[in-house]
């Protein structure tokens, strides 16, 4: 399965963005999908994912109750909204697809090229 994630771009404090992961090559319904960031000199850590029917959602505590994960099984694309949006978001966001929905990056098997989210002050 091919990954594209794309709608990254600047915004400022308290702003919103919604990412897009779209997959070709295999129905994307057959994953679960995570969303993981990287910082300069950061290692990659763990956004949010969600399962294959969209029932279950896990988020890191950072952005718990300020980002949305959710998937249309139609258009074969997975969403990450962010909302209320700091400084401390700036990163490259990666989807990628797993069996299960986990928050551990070694268990995702295909990822997408990343965007680049930049938050201002």
């Known amino acids: 399965v091919q990954l594209q994630a794309s709608g990254g771009g600047l915004v400022q404090a308290g702003g919103s963005l919604r990412l897009s992961c779209a997959a070709s090559g295999r129905t994307l319904s057959m994953y679960a999908v995570g969303w993981f960031r990287q910082a300069p000199g950061n290692g990659r850590e763990f956004v949010a994912t969600?399962?294959?029917?969209?029932?279950?959602?896990y988020y890191a505590d950072s952005v718990k109750g300020r980002f949305t994960i959710s998937r249309d099984i139609a258009k074969n694309t997975v969403y990450l909204e962010m909302n209320s949006l700091k400084p401390e978001d700036t990163a490259v966001y990666y989807c990628?697809?797993?069996?299960?929905?986990?928050?551990?990056?070694?268990?995702?098997?295909?990822w997408g090229q990343g965007t680049q989210v930049t938050v201002s002050s």
């Open positions: 990628a697809v797993a069996s299960i929905p986990t928050i551990n990056r070694y268990d995702y098997n295909y």
């Open positions: 969600i399962s294959r029917a969209g029932f279950t959602t």
